[in-house]
């Protein structure tokens, strides 16, 4: 995305959503194979290959599914500059959106417990000329997100992150 850049516009911060995405797919995938395998377990001993195709479809799907997950994780990149915030998300379907900061009039973030010991966050956008804030769930390195999109809206050209 950097190549992308405006003239005279650098980067302050680019990330991604945090991997604990991945994780709510991972337990259905989970669920899914252990439940066929139960079912698999159930049919008669003489029907062994129908076992064994049961199982492997549901290891199959567990794995598509989590698969699909990882794509979408590994193609939504976060990206603030000294001018806009940039969300972009999807490979063949690509949806981006953008927020100049200069129209930023508010940044919202809110962690559980949980997710501040795991490092993610949700983050609410709020800008002039938009109906509703923008919502970005699971944002990776939230709190820097949120001071690069204050700092940058705020208009200090020389704010860097530590």
């Known amino acids: 995305m950097k190549h992308e ?6 980067v302050l911060i680019e990330t991604g959503l945090h991997r604990i995405v991945m994780l709510r797919n991972f337990i259905v995938a989970l669920v899914i194979y252990v439940f066929l395998v139960a ?5 008669p001993d003489f029907r062994l290959m129908i076992r064994l195709y049961i199982a492997l479809g549901g290891l199959l799907i567990g794995t598509v599914i989590v698969l699909i997950e990882w794509i979408r994780w590994k ?4 990206l603030v500059t000294t001018h806009r915030l940039l969300l972009r998300r999807g490979i063949l379907r690509r949806a981006e959106y953008v927020i100049p900061l200069a129209k930023v009039q508010d940044v919202t ?7 501040r010991l795991l490092g993610y966050g949700h983050l609410s956008v709020s800008a002039a000329g938009r109906d509703g804030p923008m919502l970005i769930q699971f944002v ?3 709190r820097k997100v949120r001071d690069a999109i204050i700092g940058g ?3 200090l050209q020389d704010w860097k992150l530590v």
């Open 5 to 10: 850049l405006l003239p005279g516009e650098q």
């Open 39 to 43: 079912v698999a377990s159930m049919i």
């Open 75 to 78: 193609s939504t990149t976060l």
């Open 109 to 115: 973030l809110s962690q559980s417990i949980g997710a």
């Open 140 to 142: 990776s390195r939230p």
């Open 153 to 155: 809206a705020s208009g």
